[in-house]
């Protein structure tokens, strides 16, 4: 018996949707946990020094969430088109590589907001700007993999 036989027959109805929304979700984790550990060192290095926390590192801290949309937007896409069971074989890898694209977007996305508190701990005036467009270009990344992903999709 072949895996596609298998999902067909033993699981119907699955298409392996849930897998990019869910490999997102852990990316989404992995990096806001990531900026949220420089923007806590950011804040240290802050009131070490009696100045105003900066309030910009929570936005850095939270901008790796949208990838967990960018899974949702792409596995609602994915079930919308109810294809067949001979194609759930196909519909998991497309779903494990968009996700996996989604999620290094989101790991990726921390580390720079990480990098960035880490810059502002030092002059917290200059470089803002920067850093959140940097943190933007890495969010494309996921952007991409969704829209690209969504549009391998046959008949969506």
Known sequence: MTLTTILATTVTGFGGHAIAM???GVGSAIGTG???LGAVGLWRQSIKENKKLPSIALAMVGMPLSQLIYGMIFMNSMRGTDL??????????????????IAASAIMQGKVGAAACSNMAVNEKQGTGMYIAAMGIVETVALLAMVFGMGGIPGA
């Open 34 to 36: 990531t900026a949220a």
């Open 84 to 101: 067949p069971p001979e194609s759930y074989t196909n519909q998991i890898i497309m779903s494990l590589v968009v996700g996996i694209a």
């Open 22 to 24: 869910g490999l997102a």
